[in-house]
């Protein structure tokens, strides 16, 4: 199907099914711990081994020898992989560094071998009497060095975007801003690690993974391995948390590839804590610059920030700056992102790449900006909103909402009360502050296929390579079918994640939801045509309604159309040019209390609301969980979550969750989320967009704002931690 023209009213539009707060249809396997996870696939495949991977002692340099001898005469030790005895290797193009080292070395825990034993203690015993002597080499590791010595040439230049005179108006602007920020490198610290179960049966290939993204998977594992990738399946059903870590081929897929065809028998590899953060892909750290030039009645007449990341050698640059160019109006404006070579392990995608960080900084600037105005700080975003994107005035935003979003939160917020000067309010010990921030996130459009079936007792079945991360997406995907089906939930069956199945759009940058669900819609209209077709009636007029097709005065089961014979229809979203029409974004605003402690500067969230224009909200229930996820994993990134860098050995030294603090039930408070109500036409025939990562972004800066509030304390380098506070706090009294 393809969509390039506005949606008009279709049968998602009944939101008899749709639109309604359902509990997850695979709630009951998770709660009863029977959802099978890929480690955990003891039912797929008989006698399987163990992987244990040995990462890589140094950052950066060679082998200079290895030694297997040892761990290959260790007991129950099967078959040991390196890369003398792998062959040779492609790389997936999704990939930066190669998943198997050597003799190069590119980062620190980049796999130099697997030892694959009949049990788990056996293998990891063996994998330590691996030898492996290196020649080490100089490397990069320090962001700021790296960047005070990059200079400006073009070679660091990235996506740089410019309009207007920036230096000019920035120059006369009678109100200026130039403040330059960090965010630290962070890892996804998701509960399930990176697993896979890899069986070969002659030339093909199963794996039983955790991947996000099974299209890509298989693709680059067939690439890597250097075979056909129809020879290749993925299997994923159930994935246990990615937030973007699980977006790509890793380690383990492979390792677990090579080690079953090494063994000739199926191997389970799983990554350590440790190689989770340092073998796989991380959120890069950030320095950020941020220059606002304003009038004194608070109009933006020159914006502009520019980031500088690091990453490995045609690695990417983190893009925080890519809500800069559509968040607020201002004819001057200047952004760009500066890339450093760096030897630490890959940056890549984490939750909301590019805007979570992003706005942890531009919305800070943006509160300061307004205290410089001596302008409310909703006010002054609100007098610099836009309904038009800022570099191509034409083009319009197809929904925009930021300031109902604003407006409704203040409201319910109770930000009236706030006090303007900074460090007033007191609650015994506590100095209580409130902030905010708004929320921008892109839509992202992305073809989506999807088979639905249909049998004699009515049961319509979807079968997609869709992923469900936790977010849902049995649920919607159900509700989809049940809607254009005109079935109950209890007459929908959904298989995902099997790269058997029509490729759909996967599960990644808040694009999930809205695409998987219209590439099952597209399969529905096809399925809805053939059931009418088989039953004699006008599919331009056939209605679908509680196991019933109606056309006319006419009635018939549904289920009467497959009698002779299972009906199929297949099909895919497919779009066209809507979104060069017009700017799809979704937008929000958060708000916060926190209490900081006079005395010894430790700070606790007291309240925390949402605000979100997220198009038509699919399923209210799980996409409330999904924002106060965000919302939760933004009070991480803004107080405590910091991959701390060894810059002698160039690796992240707090590789595991003893050392990596992320938030726990205590640090978080009540959490309260408003959907606006919004439909978009120019999204797909959904008419939704996607929310899960539009809850992460702004949140850090609502909590450094809050913190400034309540102290008077102003800190530019996340995360907050109380030794930024402590020798600067308001005196006790």
């Given at each position: 199907m393809k969509f390039d023209t506005p949606a008009a009213t279709n049968p998602i539009d009944q939101l008899k099914v749709v639109g309604k707060p359902t509990s997850?249809?695979?709630?009951?396997?998770?709660?009863?711990?029977?959802?099978?996870?890929?480690?955990?696939?003891?039912?797929?495949?008989?006698?399987?081994?163990?992987?244990?991977?040995?990462?890589?002692?140094?950052?950066?340099?060679?082998?200079?020898?290895?030694?297997?001898?040892?761990?290959?005469?260790?007991?129950?030790?099967?078959?040991?992989?390196?890369?003398?005895?792998?062959?040779?290797?492609?790389?997936?193009?999704?990939?930066?560094?190669?998943?198997?080292?050597?003799?190069?070395?590119?980062?620190?825990?980049?796999?130099?071998?697997?030892?694959?034993?009949?049990?788990?203690?056996?293998?990891?015993?063996?994998?330590?009497?691996?030898?492996?002597?290196?020649?080490?080499?100089?490397?990069?590791?320090?962001?700021?060095?790296?960047?005070?010595?990059?200079?400006?040439?073009?070679?660091?230049?990235?996506?740089?975007?410019?309009?207007?005179?920036?230096?000019?108006?920035?120059?006369?602007?009678?109100?200026?801003?130039?403040?330059?920020?960090?965010?630290?490198?962070?890892?996804?610290?998701?509960?399930?690690?990176?697993?896979?179960?890899?069986?070969?049966?002659?030339?093909?290939?199963?794996?039983?993974?955790?991947?996000?993204?099974?299209?890509?998977?298989?693709?680059?594992?067939?690439?890597?391995l250097e075979m056909p990738k129809e020879k290749v399946r993925v299997i994923s059903p159930f994935v246990g948390g990615g937030f973007g870590g699980k977006l790509f081929l890793r380690a383990d897929t492979l390792l677990a590839a090579l080690g079953a065809q090494a063994a000739g028998r199926p191997v389970k590899v799983a990554l350590p804590r440790p190689m989770m953060a340092n073998n796989t892909t991380h959120r890069p750290a950030t320095i950020q610059r941020v220059r606002i030039g304003a009038t004194p009645d608070g109009r933006i007449t020159a914006i502009a920030h520019e980031s500088w990341s690091g990453n490995l050698p045609d690695g990417k640059p983190e893009t925080a700056t890519d809500q800069t160019r559509l968040l607020y109006a201002g004819a001057n404006r200047l952004s760009g992102t500066r890339l450093a070579h760096l030897d630490l392990p890959e940056g890549n995608a984490m939750r909301a790449p590019g805007e979570a960080p992003g706005l942890m900084v531009l919305e800070i600037a943006m509160d300061e900006m307004a205290e410089r105005l001596k302008i409310d700080p909703v006010e002054f975003r609100i007098l610099n909103d836009t309904q038009v994107d800022p570099e191509k005035p034409e083009r319009p935003f197809s929904q925009r909402q930021l300031v109902q979003c604003l407006r409704t939160g203040a409201e319910r917020f109770g930000w009236s009360k706030r006090s303007v000067e900074p460090g007033r309010v007191r609650d015994g010990r506590w100095l209580v502050g409130v902030g905010m921030a708004a929320a921008f996130r892109n839509n992202l459009l992305t073809k989506s296929a999807a088979r639905v079936r249909l049998d004699k007792r009515g049961v319509v079945t979807v079968e997609t390579d869709m992923t469900d991360i936790g977010t849902g997406s049995y649920t919607i995907i159900a509700q989809t079918a049940a809607e254009m089906m005109g079935v109950g939930l209890d007459k929908v069956v959904v298989r995902l994640g099997d790269s058997g199945f029509p490729a759909s759009a996967g599960s990644g940058g808040q694009w999930g939801a809205n695409n998987s669900t219209a590439g099952v819609y597209a399969a529905c209209v096809k399925l809805r045509e053939a059931v009418a077709q088989k039953l004699g009636f006008n599919s331009a007029d056939a209605q679908f309604a509680d196991g019933q097709v109606l056309s006319g005065n006419r009635s018939a089961p549904l289920a009467q159309a497959a009698g002779g014979g299972e009906l199929a229809a297949e099909d895919a979203i497919e779009y066209g040019d809507l979104d060069k029409k017009a700017q799809q974004s979704t937008f929000g605003a958060h708000f916060v209390e926190v209490g900081v402690d006079a005395a010894t500067a430790e700070i606790r969230v007291r309240r925390m609301l949402a605000v979100c224009a997220a198009g038509r909200i699919l399923n209210p229930l799980s996409a409330r969980s999904q924002v106060i996820g965000a919302m939760t994993m933004g009070v991480g990134a803004a107080l405590m979550e910091e991959l701390a860098v060894d810059t002698r050995g160039g690796f992240f030294v707090n590789h595991d969750l003893a050392a990596y603090e992320v938030p726990v039930h205590a640090d978080i408070p009540h959490q309260e989320v408003i959907f606006l109500d919004e439909t978009d036409p120019m999204s797909s025939p959904m008419k939704a967009k996607g929310v899960g990562e539009l809850g992460l972004c702004g949140v850090g800066a609502a909590i450094a704002n809050a913190v400034y509030n309540a102290t008077g304390v102003r800190v530019r380098d996340y995360p907050i931690t109380l030794d930024k506070l402590i020798d600067r706090m308001p005196p006790m009294g």
């Amino acid at each position: 199907m393809k969509f390039d023209t506005p949606a008009a009213t279709n049968p998602i539009d009944q939101l008899k099914v749709v639109g309604k707060p359902t509990s997850r249809i695979d709630g009951p396997l998770k709660t009863t711990g029977t959802a099978p996870y890929a480690y955990e696939r003891h039912d797929v495949v008989p006698n399987q081994a163990y992987g244990y991977a040995v990462g890589a002692g140094i950052a950066k340099g060679r082998i200079a020898s290895l030694s297997v001898d040892e761990a290959k005469a260790a007991p129950g030790v099967l078959a040991v992989v390196t890369h003398e005895t792998a062959g040779k290797l492609g790389k997936g193009k999704r990939n930066v560094a190669p998943l198997l080292a050597g003799p190069e070395i590119d980062h620190y825990h980049q796999a130099v071998a697997l030892v694959v034993a009949e049990s788990f203690e056996q293998a990891r015993a063996a994998a330590n009497l691996v030898r492996v002597e290196y020649r080490k080499a100089d490397g990069a590791f320090d962001l700021a060095r790296a960047r005070d010595a990059m200079g400006d040439g073009e070679e660091h230049r990235k996506e740089d975007s410019v309009v207007g005179d920036f230096a000019a108006a920035f120059a006369a602007a009678p109100v200026k801003l130039d403040e330059t920020y960090s965010t630290p490198d962070q890892t996804h610290a998701m509960m399930e690690p990176h697993a896979s179960i890899a069986a070969w049966q002659g030339d093909r290939l199963t794996v039983w993974t955790s991947n996000q993204m099974i299209d890509w998977a298989a693709t680059d594992l067939a690439a890597t391995l250097e075979m056909p990738k129809e020879k290749v399946r993925v299997i994923s059903p159930f994935v246990g948390g990615g937030f973007g870590g699980k977006l790509f081929l890793r380690a383990d897929t492979l390792l677990a590839a090579l080690g079953a065809q090494a063994a000739g028998r199926p191997v389970k590899v799983a990554l350590p804590r440790p190689m989770m953060a340092n073998n796989t892909t991380h959120r890069p750290a950030t320095i950020q610059r941020v220059r606002i030039g304003a009038t004194p009645d608070g109009r933006i007449t020159a914006i502009a920030h520019e980031s500088w990341s690091g990453n490995l050698p045609d690695g990417k640059p983190e893009t925080a700056t890519d809500q800069t160019r559509l968040l607020y109006a201002g004819a001057n404006r200047l952004s760009g992102t500066r890339l450093a070579h760096l030897d630490l392990p890959e940056g890549n995608a984490m939750r909301a790449p590019g805007e979570a960080p992003g706005l942890m900084v531009l919305e800070i600037a943006m509160d300061e900006m307004a205290e410089r105005l001596k302008i409310d700080p909703v006010e002054f975003r609100i007098l610099n909103d836009t309904q038009v994107d800022p570099e191509k005035p034409e083009r319009p935003f197809s929904q925009r909402q930021l300031v109902q979003c604003l407006r409704t939160g203040a409201e319910r917020f109770g930000w009236s009360k706030r006090s303007v000067e900074p460090g007033r309010v007191r609650d015994g010990r506590w100095l209580v502050g409130v902030g905010m921030a708004a929320a921008f996130r892109n839509n992202l459009l992305t073809k989506s296929a999807a088979r639905v079936r249909l049998d004699k007792r009515g049961v319509v079945t979807v079968e997609t390579d869709m992923t469900d991360i936790g977010t849902g997406s049995y649920t919607i995907i159900a509700q989809t079918a049940a809607e254009m089906m005109g079935v109950g939930l209890d007459k929908v069956v959904v298989r995902l994640g099997d790269s058997g199945f029509p490729a759909s759009a996967g599960s990644g940058g808040q694009w999930g939801a809205n695409n998987s669900t219209a590439g099952v819609y597209a399969a529905c209209v096809k399925l809805r045509e053939a059931v009418a077709q088989k039953l004699g009636f006008n599919s331009a007029d056939a209605q679908f309604a509680d196991g019933q097709v109606l056309s006319g005065n006419r009635s018939a089961p549904l289920a009467q159309a497959a009698g002779g014979g299972e009906l199929a229809a297949e099909d895919a979203i497919e779009y066209g040019d809507l979104d060069k029409k017009a700017q799809q974004s979704t937008f929000g605003a958060h708000f916060v209390e926190v209490g900081v402690d006079a005395a010894t500067a430790e700070i606790r969230v007291r309240r925390m609301l949402a605000v979100c224009a997220a198009g038509r909200i699919l399923n209210p229930l799980s996409a409330r969980s999904q924002v106060i996820g965000a919302m939760t994993m933004g009070v991480g990134a803004a107080l405590m979550e910091e991959l701390a860098v060894d810059t002698r050995g160039g690796f992240f030294v707090n590789h595991d969750l003893a050392a990596y603090e992320v938030p726990v039930h205590a640090d978080i408070p009540h959490q309260e989320v408003i959907f606006l109500d919004e439909t978009d036409p120019m999204s797909s025939p959904m008419k939704a967009k996607g929310v899960g990562e539009l809850g992460l972004c702004g949140v850090g800066a609502a909590i450094a704002n809050a913190v400034y509030n309540a102290t008077g304390v102003r800190v530019r380098d996340y995360p907050i931690t109380l030794d930024k506070l402590i020798d600067r706090m308001p005196p006790m009294g």
